[in-house]
């Protein structure tokens, strides 16, 4: 798949709880894009940028620093 040809460090933030798109979508994704990183949120849905925009921030700030 096209997703196993990225080979940019990838930050993937899904909602614990997100009803739209399952975690296991999630997962999937990751485990297709080679050197990803999966961040579970708790308590959080789908639209994570609004309702978690601090630990949204925060997460992004943590990968950014470390690649």
Not at 11 to 28: N, S
Not at 35 to 55: C, F
Request: aromatic content about 8%; charged content about 20%; cysteine-free.
């Amino acid at each position: 798949e096209i997703l196993n040809g990225m080979r940019i460090p990838t930050l993937i933030d899904w909602g614990f709880g997100d009803q739209e798109v399952p975690l296991a979508v999630g997962r999937k994704i990751h485990n297709q894009i080679p050197d990803s990183r999966l961040e579970i949120i708790k308590n959080a849905g789908h639209n994570i940028h609004v309702y978690h925009p601090n630990i949204l921030y925060g997460e992004t700030k943590r990968f950014i620093q470390n690649i």
